[in-house]
C-alpha cells in the first residue's frame, strides 16, 4: 500500500511562486508514474501534469506548460510540482497520485482512472 502526502500549498499572489512536493512510502518508488490533479470549489478535477516512473516523460497540461514543472528524486521518493508565474485561476486543492506503472504515453498518463493511489491534497490559493 503506498501512502502520498503532499505539502507545499499556501497563498500566494499572484506572479508568485509555490513549490509542492509529494512524499510517497509504502511502495518501490522508481516503479510508479505520477501525477499531479487540481480541483476548483465547483469544478471537476482536472489533469496538471505528469512524470513517468523514470522521469524520461513530462507532461503537462496546456493552461500551465511554460509555468510549471514535474520532476521527481527516486533517491527521496518524492516527486515536486514547482508553480511559476501563479495565477487566480491556478486556485485549487491539489493531488499528488500513483500508478505503479511503466507506461508513459500521454493518454493513460493524463487520466485520473488510470492512478490507484492518492494523497488528501494541498491547498493553493493565489490572489490577484
Known amino acids: 500500500q503506498v501512502q502520498l502526502v503532499e505539502s507545499g500549498g499556501g497563498l500566494v499572489q499572484a506572479g508568485g511562486s509555490l513549490r509542492l512536493s509529494c512524499a510517497a512510502s509504502?511502495?518501490?518508488?522508481?516503479?510508479?508514474?505520477m501525477g499531479w490533479f487540481r480541483q476548483a470549489p465547483g469544478k471537476e478535477r482536472e489533469f496538471v501534469s505528469a512524470?513517468?516512473?523514470?522521469?524520461?516523460?513530462?507532461y503537462y497540461v496546456d493552461s500551465v506548460k511554460g509555468r510549471f514543472i514535474i520532476s521527481r528524486d527516486n533517491d527521496k521518493n518524492t516527486v515536486y510540482l514547482q508553480m511559476n508565474s501563479l495565477k487566480p485561476e491556478d486556485t485549487a486543492v491539489y493531488y499528488c497520485?500513483?500508478?505503479?506503472?511503466?507506461?508513459?504515453?500521454?493518454?493513460?498518463?493524463?487520466?485520473?482512472?488510470?492512478?490507484?493511489?492518492w494523497g488528501q491534497g494541498t491547498q493553493v490559493a493565489v490572489s490577484s
Open positions: 497520485a500513483a500508478e505503479r506503472t511503466y507506461y508513459s504515453d500521454y493518454g493513460t498518463l493524463v487520466q485520473g482512472s488510470s492512478y490507484t493511489y
Open positions: 509504502g511502495g518501490t518508488f522508481s516503479s510508479y508514474a
Open positions: 512524470i513517468n516512473w523514470s522521469g524520461g516523460f513530462t
